[in-house]
């Protein structure tokens, strides 16, 4: 159980929030009148108060909102939340959806102190209800009575696709089996062949958005700027090479060209991500070889279904 310290909010992207005291946190929005509010995962914006008098003890002599955060509580370790974890403060439900963010370069408070907490301990939330919180309020930790649907990303790796010089097929084609089988596809990017680029989405995705898939499609034959299965490997932290090799296995059935495919399936953490080829049908093919037993990996990975072994 926490106690809500401050309730900030700016009205102008980049200037400093004030404690209003209470506001309105509106249905998929965020805070009524806040600047960073919208239809997106980065509705609310929360901070451990704790973490601030830890961080103002070395001298930073911070005030409520000048990290950007909406909300401060006393008492929860946020950092210390999975990504859906449901926090209730009177009528309001918040869903977090990401853990830390990126620094803003030029950052007074990284310019003062050379350090800022905001990307490694501030979490970002949705608001499934809405309601009035004020200062005092008491938060708690909500539990789920449903199971959270699987969220995913889809990410394609196209030069041309990039600059717009040819439509992306595949990303929408992979997109739509993924809503159809029940999952949740919280972002869709686009990207060119960069190793460096894909890296930094692959660490993000995994690491602040905690998804439980990323389908990567693209980027994964001989040519110089394949570079695909590079960046896979590079950000796993453990190897799930099973997935890969069955793909191969049932693509070597359909063309003798399965074995030129370098795609990789690894773990970073507690996401799955797995490599596709480039081409929509090659894509769905590929798909049809896994779907079935993906679910088992995600749910031990989220360590809500115990493994098992065969009985037969």
Not at 11 to 25: D, H, I, L, R, Y
Not at 145 to 155: G, S
Not at 156 to 168: A, F, I
Not at 277 to 284: D, E, H, L, R, V
Request: aromatic content about 4%.
């Amino acid at each position: 159980m926490g106690k809500v310290m401050a309730v900030c909010m700016s009205t102008q992207v980049g200037t400093q929030k004030q404690n209003v005291g209470a506001a309105e946190f509106d249905v998929n929005h965020g805070l009524a009148g806040d600047a960073h509010a919208g239809t997106w995962h980065r509705q609310v914006s929360l901070l451990s108060a704790d973490k601030i008098e830890e961080f103002n003890k070395r001298g930073a002599n911070v005030v409520y909102g000048a990290f950007g955060e909406n909300l401060v509580v006393e008492g929860m370790d946020f950092r210390a939340l999975p990504v859906g974890t449901l926090l209730r403060c009177g009528d309001v439900l918040l869903e977090m959806t990401q853990i830390g963010k990126e620094c803003h370069q030029g950052c007074a408070i990284m310019k003062t102190m050379g350090d800022c907490i905001m990307p490694r301990e501030g979490v970002f939330a949705r608001v499934l209800e809405g309601g009035r919180i004020s200062v005092g309020d008491e938060m708690t930790i909500v539990e789920r009575t449903a199971p959270r649907p699987w969220q995913a990303a889809v990410i394609t790796l196209s030069d041309k696709g990039s600059k717009g010089e040819r439509e992306d097929v595949s990303g929408p084609t992979i997109v739509k089996r993924l809503q159809d089988e029940g999952y949740e596809v919280v972002e869709q990017l686009l990207i060119p062949d960069n190793e460096a680029l894909l890296k930094h989405h692959l660490m993000r995705l995994a690491d602040q958005r905690q998804l439980d898939l990323v389908l990567t499609t693209g980027g994964t034959g001989f040519s110089p700027r394949d570079t695909t299965p590079e960046a896979t490997l590079a950000v796993a932290t453990r190897l799930a090479p099973g997935i890969a090799e069955a793909v191969r296995a049932a693509s070597m059935k359909i063309t003798p060209h399965a074995m030129l495919s370098r795609a990789q399936s690894v773990i970073r953490n507690k996401t799955l991500i797995i490599n596709l080829p480039g081409s929509p049908k090659a894509c769905m093919e590929s798909m049809d070889v896994f779907m079935g037993a993906i679910p088992h990996a995600m749910g031990l990975l989220r360590n809500t279904v115990q493994d098992c072994a065969r009985k037969d």
